[in-house]
């Protein structure tokens, strides 16, 4: 049998490996100088699998042997990279042995994990600091360094304002409820889109809306907008930016969007794992014909697995940026007056349903356990999430700018 195996190339022997679970990889690569050394090679690595499977899992659980794998001197170090991104923040602060790492390589943890407006936490300390300090930041109550949160709001003009609110009362739904009165859109009610998709069955839908947005969604944080869908009666009153926002120009839901590649960036694929930050590309291309040449998929910040091949679309339910195939959204509606985005903080009860709304739409989004953190959206952030987007101007604070 020793000679059978010596006589494999080592990519198999790698092949074979990874499909073992880190505590018989663990064992295995201690039985022999040849199995040690293929384990240890960066280029074979095959602890990757294994770690995936773990990261990945829908049950949240991890084996127990990848608690202390930072002891570990066969386990090559760019599988922490992957690790500290896509792990459990929980598990990553009060359970796992952390590992030694570069400061270039906490750099490229932070830049993977978090959205870039976040790179404010830093200062003049570590990236390692920073890191930990942000996850402090996202997954408890405390608003000691965060006292402000900022959103941002399309208006139908093309520009665009950075707006806050006290982080302790914070209210996206009472927010807008302001914009809606500022705008004379107060007497849609926030539930009307729950009405409209029960109407439908019976083939009246209703006319106008308010829509909660599920944008994207990342490990720690995910983007909603609150908007107004109606049949306006002036094309004075649309908002185009809030359409472009939600639907990148040339990208659509269709059957070439229906397939999601087998080794994708959110599930730790090799592109993912470059050191280079590759945001989508902007949409200046008039003679290209095809998104995936204009567009590329986002990975820093890394998207969860339900938006994994933002800004295309990715089939799973999860992504609902697109309601309908026609032009328009639902029988010719449009976006009219602002639209309000802003950042919320996931927790573990963030994405359990709160109720009889339809899941990750409308309310649904906003109210019931773990929806009440927020967190500040930059221009930053903007640019990264929709570079193709436009702004005729960016106003800090309210008004119109100058």
Known sequence: MTTTLEALPVELVADVLSELDITSLVTVSSLSRRLRAVASEPSLNPWRRPILRNLLNPSGEYEPALRHLSVRQTVPRHNWVEILTLGRAEYLLFEMTLPNLKEEEWEECFLRRFLPGWVKWKKEGTWKAAFLKVYHRSH?????????????????????????????????LTVFHEIKLQNNLAHLMTHARVRALSMKAHGSPTNTGVLLQLVIEFKDVRIIALGVLSKPRSSFSINSNARLFLHPPGITKGEEEETVPSDTASEGSDTSSQYALDAPATVRHPLARNPKDIYRELTHPLPSRCHARYPFYTPGGEDKRWLGTEELEEGGRQWVGPMLITAQLIGPQTKEPAGDEPPLQDLDLLVGPGRSQYASLSWADLAVIAPWLELGQKVNGIGLGH
Request: proline content about 3%.
């Open 140 to 172: 408890s109550s405390c608003t000691a360094e965060e006292a402000w949160t900022h959103y941002i709001v399309l208006n139908r003009n093309g520009s665009a304002n950075l707006l806050d609110a006290s982080s302790r009362n914070y209210n996206p």
